[in-house]
């Protein structure tokens, strides 16, 4: 079972059933985060943002432990899908409020995923890090939309990130953030549309 594996039975299957007709929902495969620092597996934005990260059984998780740091700075609600030999170990490391779901090998080489532990809302979000999903014209036109751009038209995207966090609640952000990801033209037109779409 590999990663490709586990990711086209959430997309096709799992996502799908939840999403495919909810024209709020949008999916993206491969966000980065913090700047490049990190990118999830997938991401569905709709009234949420909502991280899912794939660990299969030919992966390891060396890299788990600095992707939860930078999951838990974004996203609202993250899981994790992983294979059976990773289970226990990931129980241990990742927060009580990640989801976790096991993706098992069926008969006839089909692949089933199955939740074990619900995910919560995560309550580490950090705002600079949510706005950093914004583009700079992005940010500097909600800013210029808030009146709050006087000063700030000509400084670096961390400047205007900045005053986003200073205007604007963590709860006002977030739904600014998800409106842009959501709105975006051209961006991200992968595989997985096609797949959501029956294309």
Not at 11 to 34: A, Q, T
Not at 115 to 120: E, I, L, M, Y
């Amino acid at each position: 079972m590999k990663d490709i594996d586990i990711r086209l039975e959430l997309h096709s299957n799992y996502l799908s059933s939840f999403y495919k007709h909810d024209p709020d929902s949008v999916i993206i495969d491969e966000l980065g985060i913090c700047q490049g620092s990190s990118k999830i597996d997938i991401a569905v934005v709709n009234g949420h943002l909502w991280g899912w990260e794939i660990k299969s059984e030919k992966d390891n998780l060396k890299r788990l432990p600095s992707q939860i740091q930078y999951y838990n700075k974004v996203f609202d609600y993250v899981t994790i899908v992983v294979g059976r030999n990773h289970l226990e170990e990931v129980k241990e490391m990742v927060p009580e409020f990640w989801g976790i779901m096991e993706a098992k090998n069926q008969k006839g080489n089909s692949l089933s995923i199955k939740s074990v532990r619900n995910c919560k809302l995560n309550p580490k979000i950090e705002a600079i890090s949510l706005a950093q999903l914004l583009w700079k014209n992005e940010t500097l036109e909600i800013l210029e939309r808030l009146g709050k751009d006087r000063g700030y038209k000509s400084k670096p995207r961390r400047a205007l990130w900045q005053r986003l966090t200073e205007v604007l609640s963590l709860e006002e952000l977030n739904s600014e953030v998800r409106s842009y990801l959501k709105n975006r033209k051209g961006w991200r037109t992968t595989d997985q549309q096609l797949v959501l779409s029956g294309g």
